[in-house]
Structures are given as C-alpha cells and as structure tokens.
C-alpha cells in the first residue's frame, strides 16, 4: 500500500492519496482544486487514479473532488448519511456507513462518524498485503491530533440554531464507537492541523493512534459524563469566518470545474488605470512594507504570503460581488500561483495580473505608532484579532470584529470618525483596513507595532 499525505499551509489542510501498487490504482481523499498534484503524484508512482472521495462537506476551502473525478473520469464516492439538508447535490456514488472502496488489497470502509458535520465519514483503511486489520484512519474533521472536529459550524455559518447540542452528543457517540472498532495501533490521518479554524487546539504535527489519543487527548477523561464532554468541546471554539458559508453551499451543490486554464495576461496600467472598484477588484499582494509605501486607492490589501487564500476569502464574496480580480503580482508565474490558490476558496474570476504600479495614482497607507494611538479619544480602535487575543488586552472601550467576519459586519464600524485598526502582526489589519477605505470610509489608521501594546502588562496601574 502506498499513501501520500498532501498538506496546505494556508488553510490547514491535509488530502490523502492511498494506492495499490500491485494494482497500479489509487483513491484520493478531500482533494483541494489544483487536482493536478494527485494526478502527477499518482503518475510518479504508477498509479492510477479510479476513485475520489471525501470526509465531509467542507466549510474552509472549496473541493476539488468534483474536479479531480472528473479529470481522472474516475468514480466519485460521497456521503450519504445525516439526512438531506447538507446531502451531496450532483452526481456521485452514495457511501453509506459499512460500504467498502476497493483499491486492489486495499480496503477503505466508511464509518459514518456525526458530530462536526451530520453526514460525516472517516475511512478505515486496511492494507490487505499485511493482514486484515486495519492499520489506519483517515479522519477528516472527526479527531484531529489532540483535539476533535467543533460541532458548531452550522449554527455559526449556515443559519442553523442551536444544532451544536446535538452535534455535541453525535460527536462523543462516534468516538465511543470508533474506539470499540478501531484498536490502538491504529493510525490517525486527520484532515487538518494546527492553524485550522475547524477545531481549537489542533497539534501542529501530522498524525497520531487511536492509542496516544485514548490516553492523551483532552476528551479522554470525559466520556463518560456527556454534558461535561459537550461543555468542553462548545467552550472556546474560534470565531468562524463569514465565508464558511459559502464554501458548505457550493461544496454541496456541486463546485463549478475549473478545467484548463490558461496563463493569466499581463495588464498594463492603462488598462486598470481608473477601473479599480468600479469593475475591477485589485488585490495588492505585494509584501505589507512594500504597500505602505504607497498602493492604489480602493486596491483590497491580501499580502501573497501564506495566508493568502484565507486572506482573500475574507476580502472579497463573489456572490455579493462578482467583478473580476486583477493581482499585482511579481511576474507570470507568481500570478499563475495567486490565482490557483485563490481557487481554493472559489475566486475564479481573475482577470489579469500587473507586476508594477508605474503610470497609477499611488497613497502612502495612513499608520501611527501605538504609543501615539494609545490616548486618542475622537478614534475608534478597531480590533480585528481572535477571541482569545482580544482577552489578553486591547485597547480600552475598542470594537472587536474578528477580521474574517468583518466583509459581513461592516456597518457595524462608526463612520465620520477616524477609525484605528489593529492585530498583532499587521497583516490581519491591513485586510481590514483595506476593507474600510475600499468601502467609502474616510481615515482608516494602521498601527505600526501593535503587537504587545495592549497586554496585561503593558497597561498603566489603575
């Protein structure tokens, strides 16, 4: 048996290529939309792709199963359970819990495993060349390293109310049944790791066993009390991103197919030069010191590092706001890249790239140091960081709108006064900040070393 895990710094996220090489054939497990990975992977090993699958719906990234089955015409094998309201809307295979993907010896049964999703599955792999017990887990968002898959997603992003309850006690019984099926040397393959906004102390290294985890994870001394197991699951969860919702509707109703694309084309800046939000969206992806030197008016800030898509995502709702997507961007390639990974979050409208801003009206991004911003009281301080962050100090009588949900919350920002928006590092504010001033407000301030300004320590003695 051969398996190759596939991780994505950006979102967190980890897919899994499992094959047979006596066989020559494989499956893919929750494929991001550049399939293009698992088919040279596949072709690197001699395998070839006859099956796609899935864990769940997924809420953080837009999935590329459709796509990938699609491009290997290749069955497509998705869930079945957990009832019709999140049930698979396009044409695939049913799975239901018991049923069996067959990869050569390789055997892949779905468990159907409710709790962060109703329809969830993971998929107990065996490698029928070494036995017949199973020997691994791919887990999905049902047990992460250390931590479980949150149950409250639906209620936060797709308008349910109060389903984390139920959610809450699903969970705890699929794992009371996983650890009567599964023995302890088996080993978990999630489908996320430290960073993911699906769980909230997920471990930063790829794998675990059903024992370690038995023995370890926060929950083991909990099973046995059901409210105390569901107090601590609900308590912390992070803040869910706006645009969570749009991923669990499209990733259920069917992601449109990207097919082949061609390379992106070169603009020039006539071409952009008194376009930019008005029918055309700018994202200046240049590094945050680089941008603060002078941007262009109404361009949305998404620094190109690695938090690119999800920064994106945050940024811009294309079913709200469809006009196309220019990048500036280093050269051709950096380009291709941008835009392949804002597919990951569904931005598929790009309709160019620059790789300089010669010939366009540029501002210098208004900043202030936080000493100097510390006793201004005619600003609203603006705090874009989690729940958590916000509770080791902020800014004193400061609006809290976690970055990801302030596209969504916007009016809840005072306009005709200045506005001081902060985080930590500087990226999450200048996407927020951005925001604002794209959206018609008029003195949007960035913090310049805001990290630490408002701790414990930091604030004066009463």
Known sequence: ????????????????????????????????????????????????????????????????????????????????????????????????????????????????????????????????????????????????????????????????????????????????????????????????????????????????????????????????????????????????PTYFGRMKRLNRDGPPLLGEREPLKRLTAGEVAGRVNRDLIVFDTRPLAEQRTGTVPGALSVPGGGSFATYAAYAVDPDVDPRPIVLIARDQQHADRLRERLSYVGLDDVAGYLTGLTGLQLRAVPLQPAAQARGRRDATFLDVRTVDEFAGGAAPGALRIPVGQVLERIAEVPKGRPVIVYCRGGGRAAV???????????????????????????????
């Open 1 to 240: 048996m051969y398996l190759e895990r596939f991780y994505d710094d950006d979102l967190a996220q980890a897919s899994y290529l499992i094959g047979s090489e006596r066989a020559g054939e494989a499956v893919v497990v929750d494929p991001r939309r550049d399939v293009r990975v698992y088919v040279e992977a596949a072709r690197a090993k001699k395998l070839r792709i006859v099956a796609v699958t899935e864990t769940h719906v997924h809420a953080d990234f837009l999935s590329g199963a459709k796509e990938l089955a699609t491009v290997t015409e290749s069955d497509l094998y998705l869930s079945a359970e957990g009832g019709q309201d999140w049930r698979y809307r396009y044409d695939h295979r049913p799975l239901h819990h018991g049923d069996v993907i067959e990869i050569g010896e390789v055997r892949l049964e779905a468990l159907h495993t409710p709790g962060h999703t109703p329809e969830h599955l993971a998929f107990l792999v065996t490698d029928g060349a070494r036995g017949e017990e199973p020997g691994f887990l791919i887990s999905g968002d049902f047990i992460f390293v250390g931590d479980l898959g949150r149950p409250d997603l639906l209620d936060e992003v797709a308008g349910y109310v109060d389903t984390r309850f139920q959610g809450a006690r699903l969970l705890r019984r699929s794992l009371l049944d996983l650890l009567k099926k599964a023995k302890d040397h088996v080993t978990i393959w999630p489908g996320h790791g430290a960073g993911s906004a699906c769980g909230k102390s997920l471990a930063a290294v790829p794998s675990s066993t059903v024992g370690y985890e038995r023995l370890t994870a926060w929950w083991a001394g909990l099973l046995d009390d059901e409210k105390a197991f569901a107090d601590e699951l609900l308590a912390g969860q992070p803040d869910a």
């Open 432 to 462: 927020a900040a951005s925001l604002l001033r794209n959206r018609g407000f008029a003195e949007v301030i960035e913090l310049t070393d805001s990290d630490g300004a408002w701790s414990r320590e930091a604030e004066p003695a009463a």
